[in-house]
């Protein structure tokens, strides 16, 4: 199966990648292709938005990590949201939701950001 990716700058400095299909041994290089590229914008956060991702290997997985690993070498962030279940039970399996910043949804991720946000400028939550 192929893996799909549309990127869209969604606010200033963030920028969400939709990605449809599988996240596998075949199209893990697509994804870290798309990453390295969008890196090259300095965007403050990269936001994978699961919905379509309907499998995921260990090298999808292992992309996921490499990522995360990549985009706060250069002081970015790098979330996830809106997991199907059976790509959430996988990392969760593997110990990882924490690690990867996996959200629920895009207003999840909003509200930790706000709180990372109002953190460093010294704001109250």
């Known amino acids: 199966m192929r893996l799909e990716i549309e990127t869209r700058q969604t606010k200033p400095g963030m920028v969400t990648m939709l990605l449809e299909g599988s ?11 798309e990453i390295l590229r969008l890196m090259a ?17 260990s090298a ?7 990522a995360k690993t990549s985009v706060t070498k250069e002081g ?14 996988v990392l969760e399996i593997m110990r990882l939701v ?18 990372i946000q109002r953190r460093m400028t010294g704001e109250e939550d």
Do not use: C, W
């Open 76 to 89: 970015g962030e790098l979330a996830m949201t809106n997991l199907q279940p059976q790509v959430a039970k």
């Open 41 to 57: 914008e300095s965007p403050s956060v990269i936001v994978l938005d699961m919905d379509g991702v309907e499998y995921i290997s």
């Open 98 to 115: 924490p690690v990867l910043g996996v959200f629920k949804n895009q207003e999840e991720l909003d509200e930790y950001l706000g709180r």
């Open 60 to 66: 999808g997985v292992g992309a996921l990590a490499s």
């Open 23 to 33: 996240l596998d041994g075949e199209t893990h290089e697509t994804l870290h292709r």
